[in-house]
Structures are given as structure tokens and as C-alpha cells.
């Protein structure tokens, strides 16, 4: 299923305190987020060249962002009870 971890998020006290505050400074950067990149790489060799790169973005995510992530994640999870999959077997 397509869904945001729960150890990922943050408690809900905080996202709804962020909600309000969210409004008037949206680029701020300090949506609280744990390390994905220790959870994207398991090789630490590559782990290593990931935190090396200079295009990587090192500052937490600004707020703004973090909301429209928690708004679509939520929208994601609800439309996939929509899906339909045929699975009718048709001949080419």
C-alpha cells in the first residue's frame, strides 16, 4: 500500500501546531524529519558518496513542503480504494 511509515512522522500534536504556524512561514526549514538517506542506502560505501554529493540538500524540509507531502500522502491513500484492476484474460 502507498502510505507514510508512522516512525517517519511526527507526533500529532506537533503537525497540528505545525498546520497553524505553516500559513506564515512556509519556507521555513523545520519540519522535523528522522535520516532517510541511512534508510535509502544500505551499502555504506554508497551511503558515504550520497552524503558527499554536492547536490544533495542538506537542511530539514522547509514547512511548506512537509505540509503539501502530508496532504498528498494522505490524498494517495485514500484514491487507491478507487483503483480498479481488470485482470480479464484477453488474447492478442
Not at 507526533?11 to 522535523?32: G, R, S, W
Not at 511548506?64 to 480479464?88: H, I, K, S
Amino acid at each position: 500500500m502507498v502510505r507514510i511509515s508512522p516512525d517517519i512522522k511526527p507526533p500529532e500534536f506537533l503537525v497540528n501546531l505545525l498546520k497553524q504556524v505553516a500559513p506564515f512561514v512556509p519556507t521555513l526549514p523545520v519540519a522535523p524529519t528522522k535520516d532517510v538517506l541511512a534508510q535509502a542506502f544500505r551499502r555504506p560505501e554508497i551511503l558515504e558518496m550520497a552524503r558527499g554529493s554536492p547536490y544533495g540538500y542538506r537542511m530539514k524540509p522547509r514547512l511548506g513542503t512537509a505540509l503539501q507531502v502530508g496532504r498528498e500522502g494522505g490524498r494517495v491513500c485514500c484514491m487507491c480504494d478507487f483503483v480498479v484492476f481488470n485482470v480479464a484474460s484477453t488474447s492478442y
